[in-house]
Each structure stands twice: as structure tokens, then as C-alpha cells.
């Protein structure tokens, strides 16, 4: 192998679609090859070369089970088929050059063609952002109108949540540590908000979003999510029209960490006092309900 994928791993712009990739061996390992195509999407384990290659291919072995036993007839552990034929059915829809052939309502064709084409003057937005949003878009509003090929798609998420978390359908957006997903959050607010607003009898959209974040601090960074800050992404990154702007004034956005949903005590209790109170009866249930912590939150 050539230094060259040392040299020069990165062989794409942020700003563009992935037109190239360096080829990796079944190991793992760069071979020096770069193919003029997007690397399909595959759960790669890279693995260091050893000095000495005798035990290599155990090692291999053991590194590639990890996904074995996992996978049952109700769940699927590998789901990269559907990811590739979901991005090539993306690309393609992308490249309608005719606004009317998207099957998205006007609304959501001015945002797209606003993120592909304005002139940012201040921060553009990646590919990869835009190609998430777009994903949810296409998911939301262009596959329930394409018949067979795109209720595969829904049926497919609609079956994947009845198994996992039915009551609670949930769709995943997976980007790379960095990419900015903060970001595509507030695109995706942007998106809903403004077709919520202006298509009020629609089902398809909400202006009400919970956001759940690990801690205080991330909570903190988060109020740019908020349209009243003046840190505000859909103005300071020129990521909404200015004349859609007021329409994010009627977004409900609640941003708060995990912790606000654990239970807490209705009633100030030492344990001395619990046992008192308790004697031999049955235990204090001094816990909230889940539907005071909900009005709570």
C-alpha cells in the first residue's frame, strides 16, 4: 500500500456529494485504490495490521462475530440493504431538476432549494446535513405518493417500530461526530414549523418539539434552537428565508436533559420520618406520577 491514504484521506468537499472513496480490504485495511463512487453504507470494523499476521486471521474472526446471534426472524441487526436502496431513491429524487416533480408541498420546495442554492454569507450548510433532512423529507412527504416502491420504506418502519416501540414511532438520523447536528435539528424544526403554520388541517406536521439532551451543558448550547434567542440558527445561519422567519415565532420547543424524567418526591422525608409515618403499613408511595412529572417537564 502507498502512503498516499495518509497523505490524503479526505477526498471529498464537506459542501458536495461523496463522488469518491478509498478503497478498504476485507481486513479492513486501506489497499491505495480510490474508487470514483460513494462508499455504500456497511458496518466496518477496521483492524490494526500486526507485525506478525499469524494469528490474523483468528483475529478477524472474532472482531467480524460480533453481529452474529443478534439478528432474529422479528429483527434485523444489519440494515444496510435498506440504507443503500434508500439513498439511491434520495439521489435520484435530488436530482429532479422540476420543483413540481418532488411531490413535497411548496412550502418544503422553498426550504430545500433555499439549503442547496443560497449564497450563505456566514456559515453554508454540509451535504451531509442537507442529505439528512432530505431523507426525512423524502420519508415524510414523498414516499406515502409512490405507490409500491415507496410504501416499502414506510411499511418497512411502520412493522420495525410495531415490533420495538409500538405506540411510539421513532425514525434515526445517524451523523459523524462534528457533522452539526444542531443543525440539521433546526432544519428540521424550520421544516415542520412552517408547513404546521401555514397547512393547519395537515397531520403530516407539528410546530411542537421536545428536545432531550445528555446534560446541562449540551441543554445550554441548545437554546439556539429557539427562535427568540439572539443566537438564533435560522437568522444568524441564514437557514430560513427571512420572510419565513415569523412563522418559527409559533414553534412550542421545550429543550430540557434526561434527568427532568426521573420521578421525584412529592414530600420532604427523612428516613427516620419515612419509617414513622410508614410503621407496619405497606410503603409511602411519595413518588409523582408519570403524568405530574409530564406536566412537569
Not at 495490521?49 to 474472526?61: G, L, S, V
Not at 423529507?137 to 405518493?145: F, G, T
Not at 421536545?210 to 427562535?227: A, K, M, N, Q, S
Amino acid at each position: 500500500m502507498t502512503s498516499q491514504f495518509f497523505e490524503k484521506p479526505i477526498l471529498n468537499s464537506p459542501y458536495s456529494y461523496p463522488a469518491h472513496h478509498w478503497e478498504l480490504d476485507p481486513a479492513g485495511q486501506p489497499t491505495g485504490r480510490i474508487i470514483d463512487r460513494r462508499r455504500r453504507a456497511e458496518f466496518i470494523t477496521p483492524i490494526p495490521k500486526p507485525k506478525k499476521r499469524k494469528d490474523a486471521a483468528r483475529q478477524m474472526e472474532m472482531v467480524f462475530d460480533e453481529g452474529k446471534g443478534l439478528s432474529t426472524a422479528k429483527q434485523q441487526y444489519d440494515p444496510t440493504g435498506p440504507i443503500n436502496e434508500l439513498r439511491r431513491r434520495v439521489d435520484a429524487w435530488r436530482e429532479l431538476a422540476n420543483p413540481n416533480q418532488w411531490n413535497v408541498t411548496p412550502e418544503t420546495a422553498r426550504l430545500l432549494q433555499h439549503w442547496r442554492h443560497h449564497s450563505f454569507g456566514n456559515i453554508r450548510p454540509f451535504f451531509c446535513q442537507i442529505e439528512a433532512v432530505e431523507t426525512l423529507i423524502w420519508l415524510s412527504e414523498v414516499a406515502p405518493k409512490l405507490g409500491k416502491e415507496g410504501h416499502f420504506f414506510t411499511d418497512l418502519l411502520k412493522v420495525t417500530n410495531d415490533e420495538s416501540n409500538r405506540g411510539l414511532p421513532r425514525l434515526a438520523l445517524k451523523l459523524a461526530t462534528g457533522a452539526g447536528k444542531t443543525t440539521v435539528m433546526a432544519m428540521i424544526i424550520a421544516w415542520q414549523t412552517i408547513n404546521a403554520v401555514r397547512r393547519p388541517n395537515s397531520k403530516n406536521f407539528t410546530r411542537g418539539f421536545l428536545v432531550v439532551t445528555p446534560g446541562i451543558t449540551i441543554r445550554d448550547r441548545l437554546r439556539v434552537l429557539l427562535p427568540n434567542d439572539p443566537d438564533s440558527y435560522y437568522q444568524s445561519r441564514e437557514l430560513v428565508p427571512p420572510d419565513m422567519l415569523a412563522d418559527l415565532d409559533r414553534a412550542k420547543i421545550v429543550i430540557t436533559n434526561f434527568h427532568a424524567f426521573k420521578l421525584r418526591e412529592t414530600m420532604e422525608l427523612s428516613a427516620g420520618g419515612r419509617a414513622l409515618l410508614q410503621g407496619r403499613g405497606d410503603e409511602i408511595q411519595s413518588l409523582e406520577t408519570e403524568g405530574q412529572m409530564l406536566q412537569r417537564v
